[in-house]
């Protein structure tokens, strides 16, 4: 049995998404920039995607810019607010992916990260510290986390923005398609997408900014997506988006609770089955993201082999994010809750496709490679 329990690194996609960008790739293939019919009807296939998507989260179509992904996205929200709105601080936190942290590395202004609790979850009285001081200031502060699954009150952080004059970029790559998301309720000025992680294609996201802002172009070159994206757009991969998006948001509160009862099921059984084990980042369903779950085993001999292990068996799972995967700098998320990071971890994450039997062989596959060392230990 192979089981795929990866899917914060990526999704499968979904069989309507790839019926949708067939469509496109078989019956429109048109330039979107060609005043032509051709041309036309391919910008149409990007203009009712944005329409769609902006419909889906409570926004306009002009505040939704196409991008290659999360990633861009990121580091387009941040660029932007340095060079466009005047900022010259961020305040962020330690276990921001990497699109976030190292893009506020590079954007030559001060930076200050809020303090976390064990669990990952933000200390919002040290965020407000740090917003008295009225400096022109961006707030990043990532809707879930990617490891660990913690969820953040943005809600609670857009109304510190708002009290104290800052501007609020959320990324999230992790929620979107997973909750309901209105930008209006959130209240951030800047949010990110990433269709791959919701069952869209890969190589595909967008970048939501608030119409009360500017934004300029990290990219050059033409007069696409506005003029604030130079390149001819992806159109295939935007269909697919729009497509993964509005499937994703069909029934949110099922999905929410058949994922949830899955994780949920892993946990006890998790806590049944293996002597000591624990887990990082909150684990409570209205704290926590519920397609990810992030386990600490007692330590074992061969250890540093889990991951492999457990895939030699046929289980897809991961140590953290994918994005750093082969690095051997170890997580930075665990490191930046102060985690006990000499204990392996796994990541497990879950989708709507992910069923009772092979969280069941999972659990089977965990029982003989950490269980099964530790009897013998």
Avoid at 51 to 62: G, M, Q
Avoid at 192 to 218: D, N, Q, R
Wanted: charged residues 20%.
């Amino acid at each position: 049995m192979k089981v795929y329990l990866d899917n914060a690194a990526t999704t499968p996609m979904a069989p309507e998404v790839i019926d949708r960008m067939t469509d496109v790739m078989k019956n429109t293939y048109g330039n979107p920039s060609s005043t032509h019919s051709f041309g036309r009807d391919a910008k149409a296939v990007i203009e009712i995607a944005r329409r769609d998507v902006a419909k889906l989260i409570n926004a306009e179509p002009k505040e939704i810019i196409f991008t290659s992904g999360g990633t861009e996205a990121d580091n387009m929200a941040i660029t932007s607010a340095v060079k466009d709105l005047g900022v010259t601080r961020i305040i962020s936190s330690p276990i921001e992916h990497h699109a976030v942290g190292h893009t506020i590395d590079h954007a030559g202004v001060k930076a200050e990260w809020v303090k976390l609790s064990p669990t990952g979850q933000v200390d919002y009285d040290h965020l407000e510290e740090l917003l008295k001081s009225g400096e022109k200031t961006l707030v990043s502060l990532m809707h879930a986390n990617n490891e660990i699954g913690t969820l953040v009150d943005v809600k609670r952080v857009s109304e510190l923005c708002k009290k104290y004059g800052a501007y609020f970029h959320s990324d999230t790559v992790q929620t979107m398609g997973h909750y309901k998301i209105d930008v209006k309720a959130m209240g951030a000025d800047f949010i990110t997408c990433a269709a791959h992680k919701f069952h869209g294609p890969k190589g595909v996201g967008f970048l939501y900014a608030s119409k009360e802002i500017s934004v300029s172009p990290l990219i050059q070159g033409g007069a696409q997506e506005r003029g604030l994206r130079g390149g001819t757009e992806n159109m295939i991969g935007i269909a697919g988006l729009a497509e993964a998006l509005k499937l994703a948001n069909h029934d949110v509160e099922g999905h929410i609770a058949q994922v949830q009862g899955l994780k949920s099921y892993m946990i006890q059984e998790l806590q049944k089955r293996v002597p000591g084990v624990e887990f990082h980042g909150e684990i409570e369903p209205e704290k926590s993201l519920y397609t990810v779950l992030n386990v600490c085993f007692p330590d074992f001999e061969n250890k540093s082999m889990l991951l492999f292990l457990m895939d030699l068996d046929g289980v897809a799972c991961s140590g953290g994010s994918a994005c750093t995967s082969g690095s051997n700098t170890g997580s930075h998320v665990l490191r930046g809750i102060g985690a006990d990071t000499n204990r392996p971890n796994a990541r497990f994450s879950f989708s709507r496709y992910t069923t009772k039997a092979e969280i069941d062989y999972a659990l089977s596959v965990i029982e003989k490679v950490v269980v099964g060392a530790l009897v013998k230990g």
